[in-house]
C-alpha cells in the first residue's frame, strides 16, 4: 500500500512540473534515423585464367572495385623464367594478370580471389618508380577504416628482366603506408652471397623473423656488401581498399623458413580472409621464378608458393591478413 501511494505521488508531482514547463503539449512523432547496414563480405574467384605474358578476365560481381585480395597464385607453365613484370590489377569490372619475362611470349596459369562488400571503399591506388625496398606513404582514409590489399604489380624497364631475390608488398598496421620490394643479386658482385641464409633472417630468433619482415629495417641493414646505388629500379602499383572497423574481426600474421607456417597461426579453413601483404625471400640467392602465390584457407599445408624448378632452396617468408564478416 506504502509502494502504490508513494509511486501515486511521484508521478502527480512529475505531472505538475512538466505542466509548469509547458511539456504537457501533445507528444510529436519523434525523427527516424535511416541506418544502413554494413553489408558483409562474398567471394569471387577468377581462374585458372590462361594467357601468354598477360591475360584478362571479367569480375562479374557489381561491387568488383570493392574488393579485398583473398588469394592469389601465378605460375609460367614449363619452366622457370627471369622475371619483367608480375602482379593483378583490378581494373573495373576485369583483371588483368600479368606474369612475363622480357619476352613476354611464355604461357602462365593464374588464380585469384577477392572478398567483396559495398560496404568497402572503391579501389584506391598508389604508384612509384623505386629501387630495393622502400616504404610509400598513403593518403589518409576514412577515420578507424582499415587498409587491405586488392592488388598490386611489379614492372622492370621494358626490353629488360631479372631474377628474384625478393618480393613483397605490405600494408602497413596503421594503415599509413605500404612497403614495397623488388630486389635480385645485381650480378657478380653479389654472387658471393650464396651462403647467407634467407637474407640473414634464418639466423635471427623466430621473434625477430616475425618482426623484421614487417617493421625491421632496410635489406641493405642485413646485408653489408648491399650497393643500394647499384639497386635494379622498378615501377610498382598496389591497390587498396578502406574496410569500416566494424567488419574487421581480427588480425594475424604467419610466416616460415620452409612453405609451411612455422610461426603464427593459420586462419580457418572457412575464415574469409584479407591480406594485407606478404614478403618472401630466397636465402641462398636470387632465381628464376616458376610460382609465387598466398593461399591461406585454401592449402594449410603450403599456404604459400615461392619457387624455381624446385623446391630446393631456402625461403623466409610472412603474410599478414586480416579476418572479415
Known sequence: MLRATAAFIVLTCLSGMAGAQGLDQPLRPT??????????????????????????????????ERGVLSSF?????????????????????????????????????????WL????????????????GDVKIDLPAGPAGHVALLQGFQFK????????????????????RSVRVALVDDQGADFRGMDGVQSLGLAALPLGELLALPVFGARLTGTLPEFDERR????????????????????????????????????????????????????????????????DLTGNQRQPILFQDNNLDDPVAWSVGFVRLK
Do not use: C
Open 31 to 64: 525523427q527516424t534515423l535511416k541506418i544502413t547496414p554494413l553489408t558483409p563480405a562474398s567471394a569471387e574467384t577468377l581462374g585458372p585464367v590462361l594467357g601468354r605474358g598477360g591475360a584478362t578476365a571479367t569480375l562479374r560481381s557489381p561491387h568488383a
Open 73 to 113: 597464385r601465378f605460375g609460367f607453365m614449363g619452366t622457370d623464367h627471369k622475371v619483367n613484370t608480375l602482379g593483378v590489377l583490378v581494373q573495373g569490372q576485369r583483371a588483368e594478370f600479368i606474369l612475363r619475362d622480357r619476352d613476354a611470349n611464355d604461357p602462365f596459369r593464374a588464380h585469384a580471389t
Open 156 to 175: 622492370r624497364a621494358r626490353a629488360t628482366d631479372a631474377n628474384v631475390r625478393l618480393v613483397a608488398v605490405q600494408v602497413a598496421e596503421d594503415s
Open 231 to 294: 639497386l635494379r629500379t622498378y615501377t610498382v602499383t598496389v591497390q587498396y581498399v578502406w574496410v569500416p572497423p566494424s567488419l574487421v574481426l581480427g588480425a594475424g600474421l604467419v610466416a616460415g623458413t620452409t612453405r609451411m607456417a612455422d610461426a603464427g597461426t593459420l586462419p580457418d579453413s572457412n575464415d574469409k580472409v584479407g591480406l594485407r601483404g606478404f614478403r618472401f625471400a630466397f636465402g641462398n640467392s636470387d632465381h628464376h621464378l616458376r610460382s609465387v602465390g598466398v
Open 116 to 131: 567483396q562488400s559495398p560496404s568497402y571503399s572503391a579501389t584506391q591506388e598508389v604508384s612509384a618508380h623505386a629501387s
